[in-house]
């Protein structure tokens, strides 16, 4: 059987308490000091903060903790992936600007960036943006990419095999689900090594493990792919 890779969403919604830190414990500590909680005062630092990594290691997950926690402060905040083809302008509104997936920024999509940037700085307002790449080797133009590489900078490691292991086995355990060895190496090897996808699978599976009364299994795993 060929390899599946699942891009899944987190059907809970992204959180900084539902990202398992591991090698990325700096980063997430980080930005949860500079968001702030009920009990600690939020540092909004303008100093931008970049964190670069390769797919699965937790980017897109971490802005998206940052504009949930923001929003539930009551903040504004400007958000620009490379599926936006066509940014809308500053708005003075906004009290952080997010940048995802700066790596496949088109020529149009880096100049709203750039704008967005210098005005985010000139206001005294956050940056935090995402990218595969470290500053120094992204494709983008050098106003660009130099603003992205002098504040804060982290690499985010993807979790190894024995952490998201761990993660799925508690995760399942909470809910009260039995996973064998071999239904964790087949959700291991043949999905997305991105944790968020392999717990949404495991959500989906229970789900479907309900709905049918039956076990998890590696034929029940097939069964629900079939079916979708």
């Keep these: 059987m060929k390899q599946l890779a699942l891009d899944i969403g987190i059907a809970t919604g992204p959180s900084f308490d539902a ?7 700096a980063a997430l500590r980080h930005l949860q000091v500079w968001v702030g909680s009920a009990g600690s005062p939020a540092l909004h630092s303008p100093v931008p903060t970049y964190l670069w990594g390769e797919g699965g290691s937790g980017k897109t ?23 936006l083809l066509e940014p809308p302008e500053f708005d003075e509104r906004w009290g952080v600007v997010l ?17 967005w940037f210098v005005n985010a700085q000139t206001l005294q307002r956050g940056v935090v943006a995402a990218g595969a790449l470290p500053p120094a080797d992204l494709p983008l133009r050098e106003d660009l990419r130099t603003r992205l590489g002098w504040g804060h900078v982290f690499h985010l490691q993807v979790l190894s095999e024995t952490e998201r292991r761990a993660v799925l086995r508690q995760a399942a355990d ?51 792919l079939e079916n979708e």
Excluded: C, K
Excluded at 19 to 25: L, M, S, T, Y
Excluded at 183 to 208: A, C, I, N, P, W
């Design 61 to 83: 997950h971490l802005l998206e903790s940052v504009r949930v926690a923001l929003r539930e402060q009551g903040a504004s905040v400007g958000w620009l992936h490379a599926g």
């Design 99 to 115: 940048l995802d997936d700066v790596h496949l920024y088109t020529a149009v999509q880096q100049h709203a960036a750039f704008n």
């Design 19 to 25: 990202f398992f830190a591991g090698p990325n414990e």
């Design 174 to 224: 909470a809910r009260g689900v039995m996973l064998s060895d071999d239904v964790l190496d087949f959700m291991l090897h043949r999905f997305s090594r991105d944790l968020g996808s392999l717990m949404e699978l495991l959500t989906q599976l229970d789900g479907y493990a309900l709905q049918t009364q039956r076990a998890i299994t590696i034929p029940l795993i097939r069964s629900m």
